[in-house]
């Protein structure tokens, strides 16, 4: 049973919640997880070279490799995750899913469950939106969208940190000065694990 778990993070923010997403679906029995980055664009690629941080972000990211179309082929189920830009996935996680029109012609991730993670700035800066909008081109493609209970202690809270039921999240900070949160990190966990489990019962 594979399950991939792809992202963008510029940051780190997102690949430190993609890295607990792959550790809480490996806690399933059988479960042989994938980590694969987006492809970066080449204007972008220009501008972190201009940025210190960004810059140590990319170098931590090398060695994983770019996610392909036969990644998510070959994938019984997918996590996704983007930091939010105006309320919505990026534009190299668009790209990635735009690029799956074989897929969708032969109904290849049908019936494949599917988690959506992400990061924001602030607060309300666009977590359950993203999410949101992230879902509807997997329901297109004929997903099974997995979230994340109630159930789960961590969930139900009044403080400035992530989490909802429609996948993990977390707060980076103005300046990307703040870092994933133990409880965000746990309910990212939770989704992976989830997304495992459900795609073992599919499967059988």
């Known amino acids: 049973m594979r399950i991939l778990v792809v992202y963008y993070s510029m940051y780190g923010h997102t690949l430190t919640l993609a890295r607990a997403v792959a550790e809480g679906a490996g806690q399933v029995a059988n479960a042989e997880v994938m980590l694969r980055r987006v492809q970066e664009f080449e204007v972008v690629d220009k501008k972190i070279d201009e940025n210190e941080a960004a810059r140590q972000v990319r170098e931590q990211q ?3 490799p770019v996610c392909t179309v036969d990644d998510l082929r070959s994938a019984d189920g997918v996590i996704f995750g983007s930091p939010t830009r105006y309320g919505n996935m990026t534009a190299q996680m668009k790209q990635l899913i735009d690029s799956t029109t074989s897929l969708w012609l ?3 991730m049908e019936g494949k ?7 924001t700035a602030s607060t309300h800066g666009g977590q359950e939106t993203t999410l949101l909008t992230m879902m509807v081109p997997l329901l297109h493609l004929g997903m099974l969208i997995v979230g994340v209970p109630y159930s789960l202690p961590s969930m139900i809270h009044t403080e ?5 039921p429609y996948g993990a999240t977390t707060i980076a900070g103005g300046q990307g000065e703040l870092q994933p949160k133990p409880e965000d990190l746990e309910i990212a966990r939770a989704l992976g694990r989830r997304v495992a489990e459900v795609t073992a019962k599919v499967r059988s």
Request: negative net charge; aromatic residues 6%.
């Open 113 to 119: 469950p599917a988690g959506v993670f992400t990061s």
């Open 160 to 164: 400035a940190r992530g989490g909802t």
């Open 106 to 108: 032969n109904g290849e």
């Open 62 to 64: 090398s060695e994983i």
